[in-house]
């Protein structure tokens, strides 16, 4: 079983749409959990992090992070064609120690 | 402020050569790391460098060296190319925890 799990998709939604990415995982030592969005040929970019369980709002963005479930998510309000991406989570456990997902590929149809 | 930068963009090898992947950062960040990133594999981790002067393994290092030259530099190695080495690398930095990593934008290297 992996360490972290992500659906690969693709997910497509029409614009405007509430898009909902998804990632679960298996190491309770897992204490800070980031979000990246990577475009087509492009290096993955920092979108949200956090470290605690809740609700993280940035913008159209919402990181939440459920600990008890081992579970978290990253919400796109208002969903654009431009927000077409793959988006990777990612996992701190420990010294030098990230863990990524393999990302969801998201279109979003004008 | 270019961020990371790598270079070349686009390698091709034969089976048996070698080359070198060279990887800047103008952040004044202490930790640099090389990843390979595969489709169904996600990003795996090559090799790190925590700070100036100290390399550790990664995930997968087999078959790749790297070299902390600097505080700005840190280059990835392939001494004999293998087409299982084909993949897009991307270096990153961050400073210490808790590792919000920043990348360069990917050197796609194929292996015939």
């Known amino acids: 079983q992996k360490e972290v799990e992500q659906d690969p998709g693709p997910l497509s939604v029409p614009e405007g749409a509430i898009v909902s990415l998804n990632c679960t995982y298996s190491n309770s030592a897992f204490q800070y959990f980031m979000w990246y969005r990577q475009y087509s040929r492009k290096g993955p970019e920092l979108l949200m992090y956090?470290?605690?369980?809740g609700n993280k709002e940035d913008g159209r963005f919402t990181a939440q992070v459920d600990k008890s479930s081992k579970y978290i998510s990253l919400f796109i309000r208002d969903s654009q064609p431009s927000d077409s991406a793959t988006y990777l989570c990612?996992?701190?456990?420990?010294?030098?120690?990230?863990?990524f997902g393999i990302g969801t590929k998201l279109q979003v149809i004008p | 402020n270019a961020g990371v930068t790598q270079t070349p963009k686009f390698q091709v090898l034969k089976t048996g050569q070698s080359m070198t992947l060279q990887c800047a950062q103008d952040m004044n960040h202490n930790s640099m790391y090389w990843y390979r990133q595969d489709p169904g594999m996600g990003l795996r981790l090559i090799y790190y460098s925590a700070s100036e002067g100290t390399t550790d393994k990664g995930e997968v290092p087999n078959g790749y060296n790297v070299s902390r030259l600097n505080k700005r530099e840190f280059s990835l190695r392939l001494e004999s190319a293998a087409p299982s080495q084909t993949s897009v690398y991307f270096c990153a930095s961050s400073e210490a925890w808790p590792y919000e990593q920043y990348f360069g934008p990917g050197t796609r290297l194929t292996v015939t």
């Open positions: 956090t470290y605690s369980s």
């Open positions: 990612a996992m701190v456990g420990g010294y030098q120690k990230v863990t």
